[in-house]
Protein backbone atom coordinates (compact mmCIF):
# COMPACT_ATOMS: atom_id res chain seq x y z
CA UNK A 1 0.00 0.00 0.00
CA UNK A 2 1.27 3.37 -0.82
CA UNK A 3 2.47 5.27 1.93
CA UNK A 4 0.21 8.88 3.01
CA UNK A 5 -1.68 8.35 -0.39
CA UNK A 6 -5.44 9.55 0.04
CA UNK A 7 -8.15 9.15 -2.49
CA UNK A 8 -10.48 12.38 -2.68
CA UNK A 9 -13.92 12.81 -4.31
CA UNK A 10 -15.36 16.20 -4.63
CA UNK A 11 -11.72 17.61 -4.66
CA UNK A 12 -12.95 20.48 -7.27
CA UNK A 13 -15.54 22.01 -5.42
CA UNK A 14 -16.01 24.59 -2.13
CA UNK A 15 -14.54 21.96 0.59
CA UNK A 16 -12.40 19.97 -1.33
CA UNK A 17 -10.63 22.66 -2.70
CA UNK A 18 -10.16 23.95 0.94
CA UNK A 19 -9.31 19.96 1.78
CA UNK A 20 -6.74 19.73 -1.18
CA UNK A 21 -4.92 22.53 0.51
CA UNK A 22 -4.77 21.48 3.93
CA UNK A 23 -3.69 17.94 2.52
CA UNK A 24 -0.74 19.95 0.72
CA UNK A 25 0.34 21.54 3.76
CA UNK A 26 0.44 18.31 5.57
CA UNK A 27 2.95 16.44 2.86
CA UNK A 28 -0.33 14.29 2.22
CA UNK A 29 -0.02 12.92 -1.83
CA UNK A 30 -3.48 12.84 -3.34
CA UNK A 31 -5.74 11.51 -5.59
CA UNK A 32 -8.63 13.53 -6.55
CA UNK A 33 -11.54 12.72 -8.85
CA UNK A 34 -12.51 15.35 -11.29
CA UNK A 35 -14.82 15.61 -14.29
CA UNK A 36 -13.16 18.53 -16.16
CA UNK A 37 -9.47 19.17 -16.93
CA UNK A 38 -7.56 20.68 -13.85
CA UNK A 39 -4.39 22.45 -13.85
CA UNK A 40 -1.22 21.08 -12.77
CA UNK A 41 -0.73 20.62 -9.26
CA UNK A 42 2.07 19.57 -6.80
CA UNK A 43 1.07 16.15 -5.08
CA UNK A 44 -2.05 15.66 -6.97
CA UNK A 45 -2.72 13.09 -9.31
CA UNK A 46 -5.94 13.87 -10.82
CA UNK A 47 -8.33 10.96 -11.86
CA UNK A 48 -10.96 11.71 -14.57
CA UNK A 49 -14.45 10.61 -14.03
CA UNK A 50 -17.38 10.87 -11.97
CA UNK A 51 -19.31 8.37 -9.26
CA UNK A 52 -21.23 6.55 -11.61
CA UNK A 53 -17.45 5.62 -13.79
CA UNK A 54 -16.80 2.45 -11.86
CA UNK A 55 -13.54 2.23 -13.88
CA UNK A 56 -12.26 5.51 -12.39
CA UNK A 57 -13.42 5.27 -9.21
CA UNK A 58 -11.25 1.65 -9.43
CA UNK A 59 -7.72 4.07 -10.18
CA UNK A 60 -9.11 6.54 -7.55
CA UNK A 61 -8.70 4.36 -4.27
CA UNK A 62 -5.95 1.92 -6.13
CA UNK A 63 -3.36 1.78 -3.45
CA UNK A 64 -4.63 4.28 -0.84
CA UNK A 65 -4.70 4.48 2.38
CA UNK A 66 -8.09 6.16 2.84
CA UNK A 67 -10.64 7.64 1.28
CA UNK A 68 -12.25 10.78 1.91
CA UNK A 69 -15.85 10.90 0.21
CA UNK A 70 -16.63 14.40 0.07
CA UNK A 71 -18.57 14.77 -3.28
CA UNK A 72 -22.78 14.94 -2.92
CA UNK A 73 -25.56 16.72 -4.69
CA UNK A 74 -26.84 20.00 -2.57
CA UNK A 75 -29.56 21.15 -4.70
CA UNK A 76 -31.08 18.90 -7.38
CA UNK A 77 -34.54 19.40 -8.93
CA UNK A 78 -36.08 16.18 -7.42
CA UNK A 79 -35.85 13.15 -5.76
CA UNK A 80 -34.47 11.33 -8.20
CA UNK A 81 -31.11 13.83 -8.65
CA UNK A 82 -30.36 13.68 -4.72
CA UNK A 83 -30.48 9.63 -4.78
CA UNK A 84 -28.38 9.49 -8.06
CA UNK A 85 -25.72 11.88 -6.84
CA UNK A 86 -26.04 11.06 -2.95
CA UNK A 87 -26.77 7.61 -2.56
CA UNK A 88 -25.97 5.46 -5.70
CA UNK A 89 -22.89 7.69 -5.86
CA UNK A 90 -21.78 6.54 -2.17
CA UNK A 91 -22.30 3.41 -3.09
CA UNK A 92 -20.08 3.38 -6.03
CA UNK A 93 -17.53 4.86 -3.94
CA UNK A 94 -18.03 2.32 -1.31
CA UNK A 95 -17.75 -0.80 -3.76
CA UNK A 96 -14.57 0.60 -4.96
CA UNK A 97 -13.19 0.74 -1.92
CA UNK A 98 -14.10 -2.91 -0.62
CA UNK A 99 -12.56 -4.01 -3.95
CA UNK A 100 -9.64 -2.18 -3.78
CA UNK A 101 -8.58 -3.40 0.39
CA UNK A 102 -8.69 0.53 1.19
CA UNK A 103 -8.99 0.35 4.96
CA UNK A 104 -10.68 3.53 5.58
CA UNK A 105 -13.39 5.74 4.75
CA UNK A 106 -14.18 8.87 5.84
CA UNK A 107 -17.80 10.06 4.60
CA UNK A 108 -18.73 13.66 4.85
CA UNK A 109 -22.77 13.77 5.02
CA UNK A 110 -25.41 16.94 6.66
CA UNK A 111 -26.47 17.63 9.87
CA UNK A 112 -30.09 17.03 7.70
CA UNK A 113 -29.69 13.61 7.96
CA UNK A 114 -30.90 13.52 11.21
CA UNK A 115 -34.32 14.70 10.15
CA UNK A 116 -34.71 12.71 6.80
CA UNK A 117 -38.39 13.39 6.47
CA UNK A 118 -37.84 17.18 5.78
CA UNK A 119 -36.48 17.09 2.93
CA UNK A 120 -35.40 14.91 0.00
CA UNK A 121 -31.36 16.27 0.80
CA UNK A 122 -31.47 15.63 4.03
CA UNK A 123 -33.23 11.69 3.30
CA UNK A 124 -30.78 10.98 0.72
CA UNK A 125 -27.81 11.85 2.98
CA UNK A 126 -28.90 9.61 5.68
CA UNK A 127 -29.30 6.40 3.05
CA UNK A 128 -25.98 7.28 2.19
CA UNK A 129 -24.75 6.94 5.65
CA UNK A 130 -26.73 3.60 5.68
CA UNK A 131 -24.68 2.36 2.90
CA UNK A 132 -21.31 3.49 4.46
CA UNK A 133 -22.28 1.81 8.05
CA UNK A 134 -23.27 -1.24 6.01
CA UNK A 135 -19.93 -1.72 4.75
CA UNK A 136 -16.55 -3.25 5.81
CA UNK A 137 -14.81 -0.32 5.27
CA UNK A 138 -13.43 1.22 8.89
CA UNK A 139 -15.87 4.31 8.94
CA UNK A 140 -16.26 7.59 9.99
CA UNK A 141 -19.12 9.73 8.97
CA UNK A 142 -19.16 13.50 9.02
CA UNK A 143 -22.01 15.66 9.93
CA UNK A 144 -20.89 19.52 9.00
CA UNK A 145 -23.49 22.19 10.07
CA UNK A 146 -23.06 25.41 7.86
CA UNK A 147 -20.06 25.48 6.29
CA UNK A 148 -18.81 28.95 5.23
CA UNK A 149 -15.53 30.22 3.73
CA UNK A 150 -13.54 31.30 0.61
CA UNK A 151 -15.12 29.53 -2.72
CA UNK A 152 -18.09 29.22 -1.30
CA UNK A 153 -21.27 30.30 -3.48
CA UNK A 154 -24.18 29.06 -1.60
CA UNK A 155 -23.46 31.96 1.39
CA UNK A 156 -21.93 34.61 -1.04
CA UNK A 157 -25.94 35.48 -1.57
CA UNK A 158 -26.49 36.54 1.97
CA UNK A 159 -23.02 38.43 1.86
CA UNK A 160 -24.68 40.09 -1.24
CA UNK A 161 -27.50 41.05 0.25
CA UNK A 162 -26.34 41.92 3.64
CA UNK A 163 -24.79 44.75 2.03
CA UNK A 164 -28.23 46.43 1.17
CA UNK A 165 -28.62 46.85 5.04
CA UNK A 166 -31.12 43.42 5.34
CA UNK A 167 -30.93 39.61 5.48
CA UNK A 168 -34.52 37.56 4.64
CA UNK A 169 -34.71 34.79 7.92
CA UNK A 170 -36.74 31.77 7.82
CA UNK A 171 -39.01 31.19 10.90
CA UNK A 172 -37.21 31.92 14.44
CA UNK A 173 -34.93 28.99 15.06
CA UNK A 174 -30.80 28.01 15.68
CA UNK A 175 -27.89 26.62 13.72
CA UNK A 176 -24.24 25.82 14.15
CA UNK A 177 -21.93 26.85 11.80
CA UNK A 178 -18.60 25.98 10.93
CA UNK A 179 -15.14 27.29 8.34
CA UNK A 180 -14.22 25.20 5.75
CA UNK A 181 -10.84 25.26 6.96
CA UNK A 182 -11.26 23.72 10.25
CA UNK A 183 -13.82 21.66 8.57
CA UNK A 184 -10.64 20.22 6.43
CA UNK A 185 -8.23 19.88 8.82
CA UNK A 186 -11.24 17.28 10.45
CA UNK A 187 -11.69 15.37 7.85
CA UNK A 188 -7.81 14.87 7.46
CA UNK A 189 -7.46 14.30 11.68
CA UNK A 190 -9.98 11.62 10.72
CA UNK A 191 -7.94 9.47 8.42
CA UNK A 192 -5.97 7.38 10.99
CA UNK A 193 -8.56 5.33 12.78
CA UNK A 194 -8.69 4.38 16.06
CA UNK A 195 -11.49 3.67 19.11
CA UNK A 196 -12.00 7.12 19.36
CA UNK A 197 -13.12 7.83 16.09
CA UNK A 198 -13.97 4.62 13.95
CA UNK A 199 -17.90 3.70 13.49
CA UNK A 200 -18.76 7.00 14.89
CA UNK A 201 -20.81 9.75 13.57
CA UNK A 202 -19.72 13.54 14.38
CA UNK A 203 -20.67 16.43 14.17
CA UNK A 204 -18.62 19.39 14.24
CA UNK A 205 -18.65 23.42 14.72
CA UNK A 206 -17.26 26.55 15.58
CA UNK A 207 -17.22 25.39 19.00
CA UNK A 208 -20.17 27.99 20.05
CA UNK A 209 -21.98 26.68 22.51
CA UNK A 210 -25.75 26.67 21.95
CA UNK A 211 -24.92 27.41 18.16
CA UNK A 212 -26.34 30.72 16.46
CA UNK A 213 -29.66 32.04 16.41
CA UNK A 214 -30.60 33.21 12.91
CA UNK A 215 -30.72 36.95 13.83
CA UNK A 216 -27.30 36.39 15.10
CA UNK A 217 -26.17 34.88 12.46
CA UNK A 218 -27.10 37.22 10.18
CA UNK A 219 -25.89 40.28 11.95
CA UNK A 220 -21.87 38.37 11.79
CA UNK A 221 -22.47 38.41 8.44
CA UNK A 222 -23.98 42.22 8.43
CA UNK A 223 -20.95 43.22 10.58
CA UNK A 224 -18.64 41.20 7.96
CA UNK A 225 -19.70 43.35 5.25
CA UNK A 226 -19.97 46.73 7.00
CA UNK A 227 -23.13 47.04 7.59
CA UNK A 228 -25.82 47.47 10.45
CA UNK A 229 -28.54 44.57 8.99
CA UNK A 230 -32.20 44.57 9.67
CA UNK A 231 -33.29 40.98 10.20
CA UNK A 232 -36.55 40.35 7.86
CA UNK A 233 -38.50 37.20 9.08
CA UNK A 234 -40.43 35.34 6.43
CA UNK A 235 -43.09 33.14 7.02
CA UNK A 236 -42.82 29.31 5.31
CA UNK A 237 -45.92 29.81 3.16
CA UNK A 238 -43.66 33.06 2.17
CA UNK A 239 -40.40 30.92 1.65
CA UNK A 240 -42.43 28.25 -0.62
CA UNK A 241 -44.04 31.38 -2.53
CA UNK A 242 -40.35 32.54 -3.16
CA UNK A 243 -39.04 29.10 -3.64
CA UNK A 244 -41.83 28.84 -6.75
CA UNK A 245 -40.24 31.38 -7.77
CA UNK A 246 -37.48 30.82 -7.84
CA UNK A 247 -38.24 27.54 -10.04
CA UNK A 248 -40.05 29.28 -12.41
CA UNK A 249 -37.32 32.17 -13.18
CA UNK A 250 -33.84 29.99 -12.42
CA UNK A 251 -35.54 26.36 -13.98
CA UNK A 252 -33.31 23.17 -12.41
CA UNK A 253 -31.01 26.10 -11.57
CA UNK A 254 -32.88 27.56 -9.08
CA UNK A 255 -31.11 28.25 -5.72
CA UNK A 256 -34.41 28.62 -3.37
CA UNK A 257 -36.13 24.83 -3.82
CA UNK A 258 -39.20 23.61 -2.04
CA UNK A 259 -36.83 20.79 -0.73
CA UNK A 260 -34.33 23.43 0.85
CA UNK A 261 -37.32 25.77 2.48
CA UNK A 262 -38.58 22.74 4.14
CA UNK A 263 -34.85 22.19 5.81
CA UNK A 264 -34.60 25.86 6.51
CA UNK A 265 -37.70 26.54 8.20
CA UNK A 266 -36.67 23.17 10.92
CA UNK A 267 -36.01 25.32 14.52
CA UNK A 268 -33.05 23.41 15.32
CA UNK A 269 -29.90 22.57 13.42
CA UNK A 270 -27.62 22.90 15.98
CA UNK A 271 -24.92 20.33 16.34
CA UNK A 272 -25.17 17.54 18.79
CA UNK A 273 -22.71 17.72 22.17
CA UNK A 274 -22.79 13.62 22.39
CA UNK A 275 -21.97 13.97 18.50
CA UNK A 276 -18.64 16.19 19.55
CA UNK A 277 -15.14 15.23 17.92
CA UNK A 278 -12.83 13.64 20.43
CA UNK A 279 -10.68 17.23 21.50
CA UNK A 280 -7.45 15.09 21.08
CA UNK A 281 -8.23 14.72 17.50
CA UNK A 282 -9.59 18.21 16.39
CA UNK A 283 -10.93 21.48 17.95
CA UNK A 284 -11.98 24.08 15.49
CA UNK A 285 -9.85 27.29 15.61
CA UNK A 286 -11.51 29.82 13.65
CA UNK A 287 -13.89 32.08 15.90
CA UNK A 288 -16.89 32.62 12.84
CA UNK A 289 -16.96 36.14 13.19
CA UNK A 290 -13.39 36.30 12.29
CA UNK A 291 -13.99 33.73 9.97
CA UNK A 292 -16.87 35.78 8.26
CA UNK A 293 -15.01 39.01 8.28
CA UNK A 294 -12.03 36.87 5.98
CA UNK A 295 -14.51 35.22 4.07
CA UNK A 296 -16.33 38.87 2.79
CA UNK A 297 -12.51 40.26 2.11
CA UNK A 298 -11.99 36.90 -0.31
CA UNK A 299 -15.32 37.50 -2.30
CA UNK A 300 -14.18 41.16 -2.69
CA UNK A 301 -10.60 40.27 -3.79
CA UNK A 302 -12.42 38.03 -6.07
CA UNK A 303 -14.78 40.21 -7.46
CA UNK A 304 -17.58 38.34 -6.25
CA UNK A 305 -18.58 41.02 -3.58
Not at 86 to 101: P, S
Not at 132 to 153: E, F, H, L, N
Not at 232 to 255: E, F, I, W
Request: charged content about 25%; aromatic content about 6%; some cysteine.
Amino acid sequence: MARHLVAITGATGFVGQALLERAGEAGLDVRALTRRPQERRERVDWIAGDLADSHALGRLVEGAEAVIHVAGVVNAPDAAGFEEGNVAGTLNVVEAAVAAGVPRLVHVSSLSAREPQLSDYGNSKLRAEKVVMASPVDWTIVRPPAIYGPRDREMLELFKIARRGFVPLPPKGRMSAIHVDDLARLLLALISPGEDVSHRVFEPDDGREGGWSHESFAKAIGWAVGRRISPLRMPAPVLRMAAHGDRLVRGAGAKLTADRVEYMCHPDWVVTADAAVPVQRWTPEIPTRDGLKKTAAWYREAGWL
